[in-house]
Structures are given as C-alpha cells and as structure tokens.
C-alpha cells in the first residue's frame, strides 16, 4: 500500500520538527529514514500513524488521509513498533500479541478462534512461537523486539512502521530482526540510527536534516560522499561487504 506525506510541519512548544515534508513511499518494500538526532525521523513516523497530528499537511495511507480516518480504521492498515512501550508488567506473550487483533474487533467482542489463530501464526513466523506462557516482561531485548514484531503482524496491515528497532539490542538480535522485517513482504518504512543497517536492508532511503528532506532514492545515491560530509560532519563510502556482498557503508572522522 502507497504511502504519501504532502507539506507536512510539526512544531511542538513552538519549536519547528518538521518543515513542509513531502515523499511518496512506493507499495511493498523498505523504505529508511535516516539522519542526524533530532533532524525529525520519529516524529514523521508519529504523523504516520496518527499518533501527532501535523500543523500543515497532510498524510494517505492508500487513497485515504489519517486524519479524517478512524483510529480503529489507521489501526487497519498501519501497524507500528516503537521504541518504547508500557509492558512492563504481568501480561503473557500470548496476551500481548493477542493486542493486535483490536482494530478488528467491536467494543464488546470476545477474542475469536481466528484471532487466536491469527496470533499464533505470527508468534511463530517471528520465531517466538515457543514463548506464549511466558511473561513478556521476563524476556530479553532481542524477544522482546520479536514479540513486539508478531504483535504487529497479528494486525494483519499492510503497512509496517518501526522506530529504531535495533535499539537496545546486541549485534546479532540486531542482524536477525533486520533479516525478519527484510522478508515480510509489507510497506514498510523504519526510522532508523546505523547508516550500515540502512544501506543494506533498505531499498530506498528518506535523509532527513532539521526537519526537512534533504534527498529520497536508493542508499547509493542518498549517502553520497558529499552529502554525507555535509549532513553527517564524517567521511563516508559503500562498498560491496567482505562476507554477504551486500552495499556496506563505512565511515571515517574527516580529513
């Protein structure tokens, strides 16, 4: 499904995030957003999925615009894995997958045959089939992140949003969830820290500095050396990696 963000600006407290953003993200595939701390990213994403709602602008999912959509109807088509979330606490894995199913369900439902289905699938498409008795919160950041992922695909949307969502984990949990999100197949798009992990899981990437977009296109292209100098204050190259022959950006402090 198309993703498209016309003039969006978002300032909060009176400080400008973003300035007039506009891209087109195309369906299928995985899309990056790159760039400084602070140039914007999360708070694009938040727009995305009707969590912030931009001063100006506006942003379709499909042919329909979040913000004269329900929030029942957003969770429909957009599913989302943030940096931060609130469970902490007794739910079981099964439970918090299980969340997934509520933009499908009315107000009073029962979790259905099919819901349960539905959710067990995508714990063991992440992985994490073995761990629905557990209790989330006893899990390990690299589990966790997976569990978080099924909870999303139980959404069963057609577009995936992420946050960072490698923070926090070691290398190797890090390769596997990129590895994960690579072959689902969805509209995905992922703000994301490690210009290497952008460069060889993204099919296009968005830079974004100080709120506005600076390039959109393949990582090759985007991450040019100068540009790279310019928004980055680092030397920068890609070039095939020695293991995977992958494009592997590598960077340098400046001359």
């Not at 973003?18 to 899309?31: C, E, K, M, Q």
């Not at 506006?58 to 029942?72: M, Q």
């Not at 894995?81 to 029962?110: I, K, W």
């Not at 992985?127 to 139980?154: D, I, K, N």
Request: net charge neutral.
């Amino acid at each position: 499904m198309r993703v498209v963000v016309d003039g969006v600006s978002v300032a909060i407290d009176d400080n400008p995030i973003l300035n007039g953003v506009t891209l087109a993200v195309r369906s299928g595939g995985v899309t990056g957003l790159v760039g400084p701390n602070g140039s914007g990213k999360s708070t694009l994403l938040r727009c995305l999925y009707r969590a912030l709602r931009p001063a100006t602008g506006t942003v379709l999912i499909g042919p329909d615009e979040v913000w004269r959509s329900s929030a029942r109807q957003v969770g429909r088509r957009v599913a989302v894995v943030t940096q931060d979330h609130d469970l902490d606490n007794d739910y079981s894995v099964r439970e918090t997958v299980a969340m997934g199913r509520t933009p499908h369900q009315g107000l009073l439902d029962r979790e259905s045959q099919a819901d349960r289905d539905i959710a067990r699938a995508a714990l063991e498409r992440v992985g994490m089939g073995w761990a629905g008795h557990r209790v989330f919160a006893t899990l390990s950041g690299g589990e966790r992140q997976r569990v978080l992922l099924a909870r999303a695909l139980t959404q069963q949307a057609p577009v995936l949003l992420l946050d960072e969502p490698t923070n926090h984990l070691d290398i190797g949990a890090q390769l596997e969830l990129l590895e994960l999100v690579r072959g689902l197949g969805l509209t995905t798009i992922a703000a994301l820290h490690d210009l290497d992990h952008a460069t060889a899981y993204c099919d296009q990437l968005v830079l974004l500095h100080r709120g506005r977009v600076i390039a959109t296109g393949p990582p090759a292209d985007v991450l040019s050396p100068d540009r790279v100098a310019a928004v980055f204050g680092v030397r920068g190259a890609i070039a095939p990696h020695p293991i995977t022959g992958r494009p592997h950006f590598v960077t340098a402090p400046p001359a």
